[in-house]
């Protein structure tokens, strides 16, 4: 396998040996190549980058031929449609294949509709700016997995299309510990245990999730009570054996223990709220967003296979909840 120096385009080659025949090219060149996805690669094949002993392959499924030499043209990586913005980010690790920060409350994620700029993605660019080899043939950082918007805590992004590959891998299996803080209304009984129930869209309102009986996907939340106030609200370490949309904050809500905060689930004033002597019971209904905080992640690097740990405490509003709680507030 080799890839000479010069650039643009970087074209890698590689000799098709007697345990190759049979493979699919892209799958073949895929493997040899390492960093790209068999998806970036098949693309690839299919726009004329790819020959066989010289001569133009375009077809991806084409059975590899051992004795072959195949070869597969990259192009640089072209500038992201997102634009790179300075916005400040507490970075906890950073090197060649990922980022790991604290991410705030308030920051969009990706760029969508509504938030077109702004976002973790446009922030990322500047942070990272030409350090970004590219992912899918664009010079942009790796959303692996999401946070709310309004949700803060510790989030990883890949920087290299491998290293996005074997993360995206990781999430998928669950091959990993995340945990996260929830502020709820109430004291759920038993104090500890499992939250079970498929999630779909609500079946009225697009915008919302709910646990559901059908078209919904599986999933399961585990929680133990870390603090509790009398019977008015606790704190929770939950656990995730799934990663549905919204899960910790609807499988909370539909077992009567909305977030503190939460805009969509918290329908209206939970009556737990009479329990608490102000200003406790002022500062929990006022509090803008939902109190729920990724508070540590741990996994394998996807390049180096060492383990990786990281955890950081609630924001400044969330800590001064709990402040309040303990009636320690100035």
């Known amino acids: 396998m080799s890839a000479p120096t010069d650039n643009p385009p970087e074209t890698f080659t590689a000799l098709a040996g007697p345990d190759s025949a049979g493979l699919r090219a892209d799958r073949f060149l895929a493997e040899a190549i390492g960093s790209l996805s068999r998806s970036r690669v098949k693309a690839l094949i299919i726009a004329g980058a790819a020959t066989r002993d010289g001569q133009p392959l375009r077809d991806a499924a084409e059975t590899v031929r051992a004795g072959c030499t195949y070869a597969l043209a990259v192009p640089p990586a072209v500038d992201a449609l997102p634009l790179p913005q300075d916005i400040p980010l507490t970075i906890l690790f950073e090197d060649r294949d990922l980022i790991v920060l604290d991410k705030p409350a308030g920051l969009v994620v990706h760029p969508a509709p509504g938030n077109q700029d702004g976002t973790l993605v446009n922030a990322l660019l500047a942070h990272a700016g030409d350090d970004l080899p590219g992912i899918g043939g664009e010079k942009r950082p790796g959303i692996v997995h999401r946070l709310d918007k ?181």
Request: with cysteine; glycine share 8%; hydrophobic share 45%.
């Open 150 to 330: 309004d949700t803060s805590g510790v989030m990883v992004v890949a920087k290299t299309e491998q290293a996005m590959r074997v993360l995206g891998e990781t999430f998928a299996n669950r091959d990993l510990d995340r945990e996260y803080l929830a502020l709820v209304w109430g004291l759920p009984q038993p104090m500890a245990g499992e939250i079970a129930g498929d999630i779909g869209r609500h079946p009225t309102d697009r915008k919302r999730m709910a646990v559901v009986t059908r078209n919904g996907k599986p999933a399961l939340t585990r929680y133990a009570t870390e603090r509790a106030w009398g019977a008015a609200c606790a704190l929770l370490r939950c656990r995730l054996a799934t990663g549905r949309t919204h899960q910790i904050r609807v499988h909370l809500a539909e077992q009567g223990h909305p977030l503190v905060g939460d805009p969509v689930y918290l329908r209206r004033t939970p009556g737990a709220a009479k329990l608490l002597a102000e200003p406790a019971r002022s500062a929990l209904l006022a509090f803008p967003r939902q109190a729920l905080h990724a508070a540590s992640l741990g996994f394998r690097h996807p390049v180096t296979g060492q383990p990786l740990s990281f955890a950081v405490p609630p924001p400044a509003d969330f800590a001064a909840l709990l402040s309040v709680l303990d009636g320690n507030a100035e």
